[in-house]
């Protein structure tokens, strides 16, 4: 018809069918990696708990004795020196202190009183109270004096040869299987830090939040 303008062509693609792609999982048979061959069914809790801590201990005897040394070079008329904290005190140290969340008392110093109504006598035991509170005091993770720029940009500084052994260490014993999932948790931490999160609709309202990884098998 006269006077009427041509209307434009519009082109379409033809609808493609979506195809869900599943990459195919590579990787070693799930279970306990090589690194951890001697490790049986037959294994004590104990052999699978050194398998894991055993080079953390060995962290904190060497820093804990460190910063010891460090206070004593700095202190002109201090108290008189005590003998280097040992690995077997240290677990004896880290044994307690467990304990302690099943036997719950009101102040720190309770756990070894003699009054017949509180007394427990494992804690008496197995260390001094003395030397737990020397070990307490100068409990450390890291040397103070090492320089870098993980003191200004690390927040967990202090904390991090720790993490990094465990992280190390939960990898390499053990060959996680193809079902994962990522989740989070709050650690219930009423302290001082900079990334304390408050969240009023958990039950744990003052804590860290951590991000987990979790294999169907149960190895978080």
Not at 160 to 167: A, G, P, S, V, Y
């Amino acid at each position: 018809m006269t006077g009427q303008q041509p209307q434009p062509s519009q082109w379409t693609l033809a609808p493609k069918p979506r195809r869900r792609v599943v990459q195919t999982f590579t990787g070693a048979p799930n279970g306990i990696s090589s690194e951890a061959a001697h490790t049986t069914p037959e294994s004590t809790p104990l052999t699978v708990l050194l398998l894991f801590f055993a080079e953390i201990v060995t962290l904190l005897v060497v820093e804990t004795n460190r910063y010891y040394h460090q206070f004593l070079d700095n202190c002109e008329d201090g108290p008189s020196p005590q003998r280097d904290v040992t690995e077997a005190e240290m677990f004896a140290f880290l044994a307690l202190t467990l304990q302690m969340g099943h036997t719950v008392q009101e102040r720190l110093e309770d756990y070894w009183t003699k009054m017949e109504q509180l007394c427990t006598p494992f804690y008496g035991q197995t260390m001094a109270r003395a030397r737990y509170f020397h070990i307490l005091r100068f409990l450390h993770f890291t040397d103070n004096n090492r320089n870098g720029d993980d003191r200004t940009d690390d927040r967990l500084w202090k904390m991090r040869d720790l993490f990094e052994i465990i992280m190390t260490n939960f990898s390499k014993f053990y060959n996680s299987s193809q079902h994962l999932a990522v989740d989070e948790v709050i650690v219930k931490f009423k302290g001082r830090v900079l990334f304390k999160q408050y969240i009023p609709k958990k039950r744990k309202r003052f804590g860290i939040k951590m991000f987990k990884l979790c294999d169907s098998t149960g190895y978080t």
